[in-house]
């Protein structure tokens, strides 16, 4: 059965960066593309970006480029999506979620949610 | 940046009613790549439907969507009480792919 394990709970001051980590198993992980998806507290999804795991091509949205890395380390089947220069505005729980099986795309196994709490 | 539009933003309804849940885009999506998501509190989001009409794995039948180019609609059949969630539509033809802000179902 298709999985994505996420890593815990983090909080950090303004300023600071976080790494948070999404483990696959179940598929075959590198046919997919894994996206990030962010949801503030009592508002709704935000895609972040998204990175091929089969060439490392990544993609982000404009708000976020400047300040936002996705890599992939394929031998352990992990996904990592690092954010720096944190702001109040970060504090959210980051989702993974994979892309381009037979959905067509669409977001189809999803990892459980990562909390970030961006705090002074 | 396509922008999604959802309506109603609450549905409040009795067990055994069927909910209609629309989606509207600001251009023209293209129906493969629709999407409807189910979000439970606390929980991670769950594919419902996607290329507009299909079903995901593991979806009753009572699931069902349909539209094309910027109108969408998602309707639930004889809903229960697990039903309740907040559902999204989703594009992601067009990059940056974007979610509608939710419409939130009580029964």
């Known amino acids: 059965q298709a999985q994505l394990v996420q890593s815990g709970a983090e909080v950090k001051k303004p300023g600071a960066s976080v790494k948070v980590s999404c483990k696959a198993s179940?598929?075959?992980?590198?046919?997919?593309?894994l996206n990030w998806v962010r949801q503030a507290p009592g508002q709704g999804l935000e895609w972040m970006g998204w990175?091929?795991?089969?060439?490392?091509?990544?993609q982000y949205i404009q708000k976020v480029q400047d300040r936002v890395t996705m890599t992939r380390d394929i031998s352990a089947n992990t996904v990592y999506m690092e954010l720096r220069s944190l702001r109040s505005d970060d504090t959210a729980v980051y989702f993974c979620?994979?892309?381009?099986?037979?959905?067509?795309?669409?977001?189809?196994?999803w990892g459980q949610g990562t909390m970030v709490t961006v705090s002074s | 940046e396509i922008v999604l539009t959802q309506s109603p933003g609450t549905l409040s309804l009795s067990p055994g009613e069927s909910a209609t849940l629309s989606c509207r885009a600001s251009q023209s999506v293209g129906s493969r790549y629709l999407a409807w998501y189910q979000q439970k509190p606390g929980q991670a989001p769950r594919l419902v439907i996607y290329g507009a009409s299909s079903r995901a794995a593991g979806i009753p039948d009572k699931f069902s969507g349909s539209g094309s180019g910027t109108d969408f609609t998602l309707t639930v059949n004889r809903l229960e009480p697990e039903d309740s969630a907040v559902y999204y539509c989703?594009?992601?033809?067009?990059?940056?792919?974007?979610f509608g802000p939710g419409t939130k179902v009580d029964i």
């Open positions: 990175i091929s795991v089969y060439n490392g091509n990544t």
């Open positions: 989703h594009q992601y033809g067009n990059s940056p792919f974007t």
């Open positions: 179940g598929y075959t992980f590198n046919r997919n593309g």
């Open positions: 979620a994979a892309s381009g099986g037979s959905t067509g795309g669409a977001f189809d196994v």
